[in-house]
């Protein structure tokens, strides 16, 4: 089927580390996969998106890179500030307007 | 510009009350999606609706759980009798198709989210 894990727990950083959170998908085809961005007490907003193999999509200093070979769309920024603390969900799209989403990683950046 | 708008945000009742949650789509947009998101399961699919015609309701977790869309700007998903175990966050979101085809975009607009709680 078509499924998205993502790396267990929480993960907490101080101030301008170096962010990554690992996504791997399973599906049938080539799916475009998205990373989604649940501040607190909102509800989740596209963060980025990858359409093809070898695209890489970036907003505000995030970046993701379509692997085909490793199925993977890991999600990084160079240097996280607090107001990147949110949850993080990384999801794939598998036609008739369905997404599949990871079950999402907390992000706590600590100044 | 208004976004997916959800109410109530938080409700509070006992078992075996009923319980309606509304959202209002964002205008224009054509399918709509209702989401339960849990720690212990995440974030769940329960049914979306295209041009306001239920499309999947295969996440609706069992008979107590109905949804309707009767126009374009108004849905509800609707909990008769509630337990304990409904216990969520309901998200409500939107997306933009083109006609009768589905916009391979993957772009959801969701609202802020029902917090419920059964006790």
């Known amino acids: 089927g078509n499924s998205v894990t993502q790396m267990e727990g929480p993960v907490t950083l101080s101030e301008e580390a170096f962010l990554t959170i690992n996504c791997t998908y399973t599906?049938?085809?080539?799916?475009?996969l998205f990373w989604y961005v649940q501040y607190p007490g909102e509800g989740l907003q596209l963060l980025l998106k990858?359409?093809?193999?070898?695209d890489k999509g970036s907003n505000k200093g995030f970046e993701a890179t379509y692997r085909k070979e490793t199925t993977s769309f890991h999600l990084e920024k160079g240097s996280v500030q607090v107001s990147d603390s949110a949850v993080y969900f990384c999801?794939?799209?598998?036609?008739?307007?369905?997404?599949?989403f990871g079950k999402g990683n907390q992000v706590v950046v600590i100044p | 510009d208004a976004g997916v708008i959800q109410s109530p945000r938080h409700e509070v009742t006992e078992m075996g009350q009923e319980v309606t949650l509304r959202c209002k789509p964002i205008s224009g947009h054509n399918s709509l999606f209702w989401y339960r998101q849990t720690m212990m399961r995440g974030l769940e699919l329960l049914i979306y609706?295209?041009?306001?015609?239920?499309?999947?309701d295969s996440g609706m977790p069992e008979d107590r759980f109905s949804a309707k869309m009767p126009n374009a700007s108004f849905s509800t998903l609707k909990i008769q009798p509630s337990e304990p175990r409904d216990s969520a966050v309901y998200f409500c979101?939107?997306?933009?198709?083109?006609?009768?085809?589905?916009?391979?975009?993957?772009?959801?607009?969701f609202g802020e989210g029902s917090r419920l709680t059964v006790l």
């Open positions: 609706f295209n041009n306001n015609v239920p499309i999947d």
């Open positions: 599906a049938t085809g080539y799916p475009s």
């Open positions: 990858a359409t093809k193999a070898d």
């Open positions: 979101a939107s997306s933009l198709g083109s006609g009768g085809v589905i916009l391979n975009t993957g772009e959801l607009f």
């Open positions: 999801a794939l799209y598998y036609g008739n307007n369905r997404l599949a």
